[in-house]
């Protein structure tokens, strides 16, 4: 399929036969499978050697645990985006997801097309949930928000920076921002990347939660 050779995962899950069934399915559909990896020790030592675009991460890895697993890799490794796959779809395994790092949660009753686009979509860096819990990941960073902050004063983001924001807040992709705004893909991706920078984050969901935070999403 078009585009998605360029994009590298490595596929972490306890259960061989699943691990490589999953890594099989994305191998046939274009994708490039740089590992698979067992457990939370072996998927980090393994993405610092191949440093995939995307880890689809089990939560679930026997005795170690795929959000010490993702907090790692997204520290060390921030061009990396990690997709959870988890059979649980409990909201409090979400959640932890989100804050170690997580770009997205897929369940693993997804369908093999629903797969396919949200790696391609986590690879373009959209956040991407199973439907329902997208709400919910956004209704703790309301939360959050409400809480005291006696923080230091956030950094200063242009006027371009601050619309471009204000639309990722709002769920939309680079493509839907551009043509809003009426600016080049790579400029939005451009604006977008600068702004991670200057606000030292590390994908499009922690975006998000900070433009909550700031009000950002509301007109």
Known sequence: MTGEAQVSVMVVDDHPMWRDGVARDLAEHGFEVRATAPDAPAAVRIARTVRPDVV????NLGETSGVDATREITSELPSTKVLVLSA?????DVLEAVKAGASGYLVKSASASELVDAVK????????????LAGLVLGEYRRMADAPDDGP?????????TDVLRLVAKGMTARQIAEKLVL???????HVQSTLRKLQLHNRVELARYAIEHGLDEE
């Open 56 to 59: 689809l991460m089990d939560l």
């Open 88 to 92: 649980s779809g409990e909201h409090s």
């Open 121 to 132: 979509r986590t690879a373009a860096g959209d956040p991407v949930f199973t439907a329902g």
């Open 153 to 161: 004063a956030p950094p200063r983001l242009t006027e371009r920076e």
């Open 184 to 190: 080049s893909h790579r400029t939005v991706e451009n």
